[in-house]
């Protein structure tokens, strides 16, 4: 890439990128090249938590504002837990989208379950699994997915359906971690 001036180092790639266009759009490489950090000085970043695959469409959205339908059937989970860790709104929104239309009675669970991988909570996508889940629950808990949660986090199933059967409203909940 002509005239870069960082590189990330992602698993075993390297990607070159522009700090101002990083930093315009986003919040967190903008405090990462304007304060005195490492990454700064060095103009090398390492990412230890993202598979290569997925930095580099995070990077071509970043770039573009776009990304195609394959990579977003392939990866919008993946690309939404870094969208949220980079405060990449637009890209979670996306994701979100993208993943709302793909909801079921075999994936709402695990949909409804993301959050725990958020810092900044998907209430989009939330919200509409838990009124998939009110519209289906005998479906639902018939899934592999719910016999899995029931042995590894009975508390949290029991969150999900006080959630999804209480009369008040969603945002006044938050599931015990």
Not at 32 to 57: C, G, L, R
Not at 79 to 104: F, N, Q
């Amino acid at each position: 890439m002509s005239f870069s001036d960082v590189i990330f180092k992602v698993g075993g790639s390297e990607f070159r990128a522009h700090k101002i266009i990083l930093a315009a759009r986003s919040e967190v490489f903008k405090a990462m090249f304007q304060h005195a950090t490492k990454e700064k000085s060095t103009n090398h970043v390492e990412i230890d938590d993202t598979e290569p695959e997925i930095f580099k469409e995070l990077l071509r959205f970043i770039y573009t504002g776009r990304l195609t339908a394959a990579t977003m059937e392939k990866m919008a989970v993946k690309l939404l837990v870094v969208a949220d860790k980079y405060l990449l709104t637009e890209l979670k929104a996306a994701c979100e989208r993208h993943l709302i239309t793909l909801m079921s009675i075999e994936n709402c669970l695990e949909l409804l379950l993301l959050e725990d991988d958020y810092h900044h909570p998907a209430y989009g996508l939330r919200e509409e699994a838990i009124n998939f889940f009110r519209l289906h629950p005998a479906e639902v808990i018939l899934t592999d997915g719910w016999k899995k949660a029931k042995k590894e986090n009975l508390a949290l199933l029991f969150d999900v359906q006080e959630v999804a059967f209480s009369s008040q409203p969603d945002n006044e909940f938050r599931f015990a971690k």
